[in-house]
């Protein structure tokens, strides 16, 4: 397992679990230390509507934002309203991507960092 600090680690977890509780697919981990110098950890979700990523990203940065690790954003509801099917949550070390799935197959992220190193949470 690549190094990971036990706190990045509790932070990875939770988001899992509500992924999980959100019913995300084909949720992936990856660390790209090794792979491009200002990237750190993605996660990578499917959900099957935008309300359904939505909500994800809303309880994702429920948690998250009280640890004030999110990059600058007044608040989840400034996020534009249209449906773009990918939601980009970056919180510093840790990038989330909610995707339905055609963005996911359209953008093939897994690919484009296929050099990355898959973690296991």
Not at 23 to 46: G, P
Not at 67 to 87: E, H, S
Not at 107 to 118: F, K
């Amino acid at each position: 397992m690549p190094n990971i600090s036990n706190e990045t680690l509790e932070h990875l977890k939770k988001i899992k679990q509500t992924l999980i509780e959100k019913k995300c697919e084909n949720i992936q981990f990856l660390d790209l230390k090794d792979v491009h110098s200002y990237l750190s950890l993605f996660v990578i979700a499917s959900v099957k509507t935008e309300t359904q990523g939505r909500s994800c990203a809303k309880d994702i940065d429920k948690y998250m934002k009280p640890l004030k690790l999110a990059v600058k954003r007044q608040n989840f509801a400034d996020l534009p309203k249209d449906a773009t099917g990918w939601i980009l949550l970056d919180y510093g070390e840790i990038c989330v991507h909610i995707m339905t799935d055609e963005m996911r197959n359209y953008y093939s992220l897994d690919r484009l960092w296929g050099d990355a190193t898959p973690i296991t949470i």
